[in-house]
């Protein structure tokens, strides 16, 4: 097989595994008590492109999949970080509070006042991983501007009431950030939220793939074809 085939499906690869994590994330934003169940309250978020140079969870390091920006109707915003962890594809962390300053057109900062914690052992609702809530103190800033969509870099740093720490060092490629606002409705199906993750994950793959707008739907049709396990004449 040609090396560059590998390297494209490889790619491919990855970007499904991050889309399917971070679709999960915006459509089952975490609770802040087990009981509570997810809220779908979520009403933007940004996509960051780069490297981590640094995730610790509790003097554990780590590299990392993906880092995303989300923020609720409710005023609270969070860093994401979906963590490459051989031993649990469900490893996410987020750095999470409601105070927010920009003291620069280019600085953004947030006080953390709590970290969410989702692992593959954690209790589940819809299918997702409901997060342990750790009361924390810190902070994460993040040097760019969500209206240029441009970012530099972003560093967290917070404490739990047991004195477990977590960092991130985040630097960009350069790349604008995917920044998106989204219109509220009631919770979706299991089988509507299965769909969503689908097309977000085949838009990806075009996105990566630099595919023309005009071809577009073809695209979609027959990405979304292969998932459902059906010829693509079928989803016409």
Not at 28 to 52: E, K, N, R
Not at 64 to 79: D, I, M, N, P, Q
Not at 139 to 165: H, L, M, P, Y
Request: include cysteine; aromatic fraction near 6%; proline fraction near 5%.
């Amino acid at each position: 097989m040609d090396p560059s085939s590998d390297r494209v499906f490889d790619r491919f690869s990855m970007i499904s595994r991050f889309a399917h994590l971070i679709a999960a994330a915006v459509l089952c934003w975490p609770a802040l008590a087990v009981a509570a169940g997810p809220v779908y309250d979520v009403d933007l978020y940004a996509l960051m492109s780069g490297t981590c140079r640094n995730v610790t969870v509790a003097g554990r390091s780590y590299t990392c999949k993906a880092v995303a920006y989300f923020h609720t109707l409710r005023g609270r915003s969070e860093f994401t970080v979906v963590l490459d962890d051989p031993a649990d594809k469900s490893h996410i962390i987020s750095f999470s509070g409601e105070s927010t300053e920009r003291t620069q057109d280019n600085l953004f900062e947030l006080a953390v006042d709590r970290m969410l914690l989702k692992s593959s052992d954690r209790p589940r609702v819809d299918g997702l991983p409901v997060p342990l809530v750790e009361m924390s103190t810190g902070s994460c800033r993040q040097v760019g501007s969500f209206i240029t969509r441009q970012v530099s870099t972003i560093s967290c740093a917070a404490t739990d009431q047991n004195g477990k720490k977590y960092e991130l060092s985040f630097e960009s490629d350069g790349s604008p950030m995917t920044l998106r606002r989204l219109r509220q409705s009631t919770l979706p199906s299991e089988r509507q939220r299965a769909r969503q993750i689908a097309q977000l994950e085949c838009r990806l793959k075009a996105r990566a793939a630099q595919v023309l707008p005009r071809d577009t739907t073809a695209f979609m049709i027959r990405c979304l074809g292969e998932g459902d396990g059906k010829p693509a004449d079928d989803q016409r």
